[in-house]
């Protein structure tokens, strides 16, 4: 059959879009549906899964390790989150000002969090070495004994806390672009009018980015929530004494060590289910305190 020249362009359209559309079947789509599935059965992946329901689910309140998981997860989300952004905003406002070699501040300052997340915490690792470690060495010059870091069970966390501070590159440049779309004739006037910087920043330069605020919090939220990488490298077991025990490595030590796919599909499917009402929920709370420029939201 001979095809006009609109039904080739969507031919083509087609043939063009197959590589992803074939990727999101296969690879999203497909493991998401039988993730689903799982988290209602018993499946150990060499026998054959067995229907049991809602059991998944109701283990986890009688699992002490997820509830522990809980915990150090949001002591990690509400101390790391609230920092960064902070910090983040703060080396934005810094390097949006007109000052020579600018662009290699704003270089440096990115280029850290270029760097994968196993190079990172094993660089982390030594630096939080309690014999022979930087951190530990720094504070010896002072006449300061340093604490064993990872070693000891109140300063592990913290510790994690301290080296995410290494990626606040990445949320500084997003508040930088935002900072440079402030109108300056809103600032000029405010001059004007006589306002102080500080005037300038809590009336007209934090409510005109408030919107890239709430997205960088709502993206650090869901990123802490899914923190892993630290607690494989730099602790191993989530240790000491189940310190770093976050709530995605209790899923992949279910998953990958216990065998219990389906009993990690329902710590999967609850994370999702938790991350969503929580992004909801900041949305509602953001009505009163987001500007948009076509009217708060």
Same mark, same amino acid.
């Given at each position: 059959?001979?095809?006009?020249?609109?039904?080739?362009?969507?031919?083509?359209?087609?043939?063009?879009?197959?590589?992803?559309?074939?990727?999101?079947?296969?690879?999203?789509?497909?493991?998401?549906?039988?993730?689903?599935?799982?988290?209602?059965?018993? #499946?150990?992946?060499?026998?054959?899964?067995?229907?049991?329901?809602?059991?998944?689910?109701?283990?986890? !309140?009688?699992?002490?390790?997820?509830?522990?998981?809980?915990?150090?997860?949001?002591?990690?989300?509400?101390?790391?989150?609230? =920092?960064?952004?902070?910090?983040?905003?703060?080396?934005?406002?810094?390097?949006?000002?007109?000052?020579?070699?600018?662009?290699?501040?704003?270089?440096?300052?990115?280029?850290?969090?270029?760097?994968?997340?196993?190079?990172?915490?094993?660089?982390?690792?030594?630096?939080?070495?309690?014999?022979?470690?930087?951190?530990? #060495?720094?504070?010896?010059?002072?006449?300061?004994?340093?604490?064993?870091?990872?070693?000891?069970?109140?300063?592990?966390?913290?510790?994690?806390?301290?080296?995410?501070?290494?990626?606040?590159?990445?949320?500084?440049?997003?508040?930088?672009?935002?900072?440079?779309?402030?109108?300056?004739?809103?600032?000029?006037?405010?001059?004007?009018?006589?306002?102080?910087?500080?005037?300038?920043?809590?009336?007209?330069?934090?409510? !005109?980015?408030?919107?890239?605020?709430?997205?960088?919090?709502?993206?650090?939220?869901?990123?802490?929530?899914?923190?892993?990488?630290?607690?494989?490298?730099?602790?191993?077991?989530?240790?000491?004494?189940?310190?770093?025990?976050?709530?995605?490595?209790?899923?992949?030590?279910?998953?990958?060590?216990?065998?219990?796919?389906? #009993?990690?599909?329902?710590?999967?499917?609850?994370?999702? =289910?938790?991350?969503?009402?929580?992004?909801?929920?900041?949305?509602?709370?953001?009505?009163?305190?987001?500007?948009?420029?076509?009217?708060?939201?």
């Amino acid at each position: 059959m001979k095809l006009n020249e609109n039904g080739r362009q969507r031919l083509n359209l087609y043939i063009f879009l197959s590589p992803w559309i074939i990727g999101l079947l296969v690879f999203t789509l497909y493991p998401i549906i039988s993730s689903l599935f799982y988290s209602f059965t018993d #499946y150990n992946i060499i026998d054959a899964p067995r229907f049991i329901g809602i059991r998944n689910y109701t283990d986890l !309140m009688n699992d002490d390790l997820f509830f522990k998981s809980i915990k150090v997860t949001l002591y990690y989300t509400c101390l790391s989150v609230p =920092v960064q952004l902070i910090l983040s905003l703060a080396l934005a406002l810094l390097l949006n000002q007109k000052v020579p070699f600018m662009g290699f501040f704003r270089t440096s300052l990115y280029l850290p969090s270029m760097v994968s997340g196993v190079v990172m915490s094993l660089l982390w690792l030594w630096i939080f070495n309690s014999d022979f470690g930087l951190f530990n #060495y720094l504070l010896s010059l002072a006449g300061i004994k340093g604490p064993m870091w990872l070693m000891d069970e109140s300063w592990a966390i913290p510790a994690l806390i301290l080296m995410s501070l290494w990626l606040t590159g990445s949320g500084m440049v997003v508040f930088l672009a935002a900072l440079q779309g402030v109108p300056v004739s809103l600032q000029e006037a405010a001059v004007l009018d006589g306002a102080g910087k500080w005037q300038q920043l809590r009336v007209i330069t934090l409510p !005109m980015i408030s919107p890239i605020i709430l997205f960088q919090l709502i993206m650090g939220i869901i990123d802490s929530f899914q923190t892993f990488t630290q607690a494989v490298v730099m602790t191993r077991n989530g240790g000491p004494h189940y310190a770093t025990y976050f709530y995605v490595f209790n899923l992949y030590t279910n998953a990958f060590k216990n065998y219990k796919i389906g #009993y990690a599909s329902a710590l999967g499917w609850l994370l999702l =289910v938790t991350v969503m009402l929580l992004t909801y929920l900041i949305f509602k709370l953001s009505d009163k305190y987001v500007y948009y420029e076509g009217g708060q939201n």
